[in-house]
């Protein structure tokens, strides 16, 4: 019995020792994908998350099984992965030179975005880490 908590218990304290954080990202709790058979059968349901690689995964699942994969990475934020390259970097707390079209997103921050540019400028300007929630406006929650 002791023998297989040991075997059990000390390749998880092993492998968070050696995991870590990623690359400037939040750390986060795969264990409990650490002790289900490979390869990892994940839900299909989207929470996305992006990782501290730029990629966006479907849910905590698909991230944690990258990790799991031996990918030095981690979370980087809640919300899909902004990709910001083709956009102006303002210097200045200004939107830059972004496109006049109104397609919304909202932020991991709750605000609404008119265009991802602006997002990508805000991002710029203040260092923060937000990610796109879902397209759209932001909605309100009502309380009641």
């Known amino acids: 019995m002791k023998m297989t ?8 304290a092993i492998s968070c020792f050696f995991l870590g954080t990623g690359s400037s990202g939040k750390k986060i709790d795969c264990s409990e994908y650490q002790i289900k058979k490979h390869p990892i059968v994940c839900p299909k349901y989207y929470f996305p998350l992006c990782g501290t690689d730029g990629v966006t995964y479907g849910n905590e699942c698909f991230l944690c099984a990258k990790i799991l994969e031996g990918a ?3 979370l980087a934020h809640k919300g899909e992965c902004v990709d910001c390259s083709q956009y102006p970097q303002p210097q200045k707390k200004t939107p ?3 496109p006049n079209a109104y397609i919304p997103v909202c932020g991991t921050d709750n605000k609404t975005y008119p265009h991802v540019c602006i997002l990508c400028a805000k991002i710029s300007t203040t260092g923060k880490q937000i990610g796109i929630l879902h397209k759209g406006e932001c ?6």
Do not use: A, E, F
């Open 139 to 144: 909605t309100k929650q009502k309380n009641g």
């Open 96 to 98: 830059g030179d972004c």
């Open 72 to 74: 030095k990475i981690d």
């Open 5 to 12: 908590i040991i075997s059990v218990i000390l390749p998880l």
